[in-house]
């Protein structure tokens, strides 16, 4: 990701420092996260989450208030925030707790006006073109290929959200030739 960001944003030192912990739920997270911008002081968040709180069977209500609580923290510290999705697997694409963890996480992205990279669509989309050569059908790991296109896939909305759309306004109209 720091090559493609780097390549991206031409002479710009990026610097990725991983402090993900496998297993932990988004409130757990939470208090980590302001302990490391307290410490660290970075200029970007960019949070991997909700695929443990599912698993854990957290109610949507309680994850939707851990995220959307640390997000707003973060904008009150300057910090911007770009959330990265639930993982996809075959076996969870019907389970309605982690759908309802999905849903909630939208709509955090949305009312927070914050980047929100979808992973569980982004990985669906290369699971179903590669059938089993991404990740594993019955679980949400992924293999060397599989992180490899996360990361290149998250590198990339990373890019596209630094530059936000413009207004288009109609202007005034260009003079008609005399």
């Known amino acids: 990701m720091e090559a493609i960001l780097e390549q991206a944003f031409k002479g710009l030192n990026v610097v990725m420092v991983n402090r993900g912990v496998s297993g932990e739920v988004a ?22 989450v909700g695929t443990n709180d ?11 208030r ?17 959330l990265v999705g639930l993982q996809y697997s075959p076996k969870l694409a019907a389970d309605e707790n982690y759908a309802a963890i999905r849903g909630a996480l939208r709509q955090v992205a949305a009312s927070e006006n914050v980047p929100l990279v979808r992973r569980y ?6 699971e179903r073109g590669r059938k089993g050569e ?3 059908i019955d679980t949400t790991d992924l293999n060397d290929l599989g992180y490899r296109c996360m990361a290149e896939h998250i590198a ?11 207004v288009l306004s109609p202007g005034p109209k260009p003079a008609a030739p005399e």
């Open 134 to 136: 991404i990740a594993p």
């Open 66 to 82: 851990s995220v959307r609580e640390t997000v707003q923290w973060l904008k009150e510290h300057r910090v911007d925030v770009i």
């Open 121 to 126: 669509a982004a990985m669906e989309f290369l």
């Open 54 to 64: 599912a698993l854990a069977r957290v109610s949507a209500e309680d994850f939707e």
């Open 156 to 166: 990339r909305a990373m890019v596209v959200s630094a530059f936000p759309k413009a």
């Open 27 to 48: 409130a757990l997270t939470a208090e980590r996260i302001k302990l490391q911008v307290a410490l660290e002081k970075p200029d970007v968040v960019l949070w991997q």
